[in-house]
């Protein structure tokens, strides 16, 4: 239905602007976020019981491996419809502590010779305060969230360590865990701050931040004030959260040796791996291929899942890893999971394939056993 009718009306609505495409799901999605009758059916068709594929990281439950990836919902407009559409879990963001435009357009291409897209967005997002005050209004939702965050691009690199320490601060209590980009090609310097002692200052403030908070805030946890009354909901809002770093495709072996070893250092709980990549290595598509941006989708597929190995094997397995790059089918999601992921995402791979996706994928995963 999707591949028929769907997409190609869409790709040819959105034929020399892809993010018109990408906006108008967003606000149908959005739209449908707040209408529970159309949530509820959409979730008897795509998010069906997967009861062999449950798994349990950083004390969270996870119905099934397949996420949805940061950039798709940056500012959280339509969560529990992406709950609805089957994801176990939803990563908000990449959010900035300042609101920002992004890149000028156009700064999304896809290329589908290739399965591919090219994006300079640039952290286009509303800022924490926004997110904070949607996620408030919002409540719990049924899956995990995710929160990405980022260095607003007017702060300059040697701040960046608060910037992102604000975010932290002001979005702590709602999410379930948060995703440290450091890794985005569109923001001037941010990938710098992969290296060792940026990376280490920057985390070792970020924990400080999460041991405080929880500190200040236990008595909360002990005596829930929150509206529902709920100790859980309160408990997890002071609990220390799960902090992961999400890495680029293009390190070299030495750098994601030094990243795992500052992430081992800081008692990171995990790695995303990965964002995309700058190379256009054997891209059909060398028009489109010529613009600037990160490349996602199966183009990125090898080189991601060459890194999860990587991290499994240097880590021996001690650092939990969330797969992501070019996810487009079972025999994808397998091959990921086999390299080391516990978890998984998907982005370019819902922009191809359609609302089925995970779904699709998770059928498969239950009938391989
Ligand atoms: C248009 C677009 C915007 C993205 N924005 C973000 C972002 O804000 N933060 C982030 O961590 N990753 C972002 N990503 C990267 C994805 O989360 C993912 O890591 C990458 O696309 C590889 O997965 P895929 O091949 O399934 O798309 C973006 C990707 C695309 C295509």
């Not at 892809?18 to 959409?42: I, K």
């Not at 946890?221 to 100790?231: F, H, I, N, Q, V």
């Amino acid at each position: 239905m999707y591949a028929t009718f769907l997409r190609p009306l869409l790709f040819s609505l959105s034929r020399s602007n892809a993010e018109f495409a990408h906006e108008r799901t967003l606000d149908g999605l959005a739209l449908a976020s707040r209408m529970p009758p159309l949530l509820a059916a959409l979730r008897r068709v795509y998010a069906p019981p997967t009861p062999t594929l449950a798994r349990s990281l950083f004390g969270l439950q996870f119905a099934h491996p397949v996420g949805l990836a940061a950039g798709m919902d940056k500012n959280g407009v339509a969560l529990p419809a992406w709950a609805a559409l089957g994801f176990s879990f939803v990563e908000v963001g990449t959010v900035t502590w300042q609101a920002q435009p992004g890149n000028p357009r156009p700064r999304l291409f896809r290329l589908p010779e290739d399965s591919a897209v090219i994006n300079r967005m640039g952290f286009n997002n509303h800022g924490a305060a926004a997110l904070a005050e949607r996620l408030k209004r919002l409540g719990r939702l049924p899956i995990p969230l995710g929160i990405s965050l980022g260095k607003s691009k007017i702060t300059p690199l040697e701040h960046a360590v608060a910037d992102y320490c604000a975010s932290f601060r002001l979005l702590r209590p709602y999410g379930d865990y948060f995703a440290i980009n450091v890794s985005s090609p569109n923001t001037p310097g941010l990938r710098q701050l992969q290296d060792k002692s940026y990376l280490n200052e920057l985390l070792a403030a970020l924990q400080r931040e999460n041991r405080n908070f929880t500190a200040e805030h236990a008595e909360d946890a002990e005596t829930p004030k929150d509206k529902s009354g709920s100790a859980r909901a309160a408990a997890s809002a002071v609990s220390k959260k799960p902090i992961l770093v999400k890495i680029a495709p293009d390190l070299s072996d030495e750098a994601m040796l030094e990243v795992l070893e500052v992430c081992a250092a800081n008692g990171v709980d995990g790695i995303i791996a990965t964002n995309t990549t700058l190379s256009r290595a054997g891209l059909r598509n060398t028009a489109i291929a010529a613009e600037t941006g990160g490349l996602s989708g199966r183009p990125l597929h090898g080189r991601a899942c060459d890194v999860i190995r990587f991290i499994q094997r240097e880590s021996e397995g001690r650092l939990p890893i969330i797969g992501v790059g070019g996810i487009f089918t079972a025999d994808d999601a397998r091959r990921m999971l086999d390299a080391g992921a516990s978890l998984l995402q998907i982005y370019t791979g819902l922009v191809y394939e359609g609302p089925g996706v995970a779904r699709r994928i998770c059928a498969r995963l239950i009938g391989e056993g």
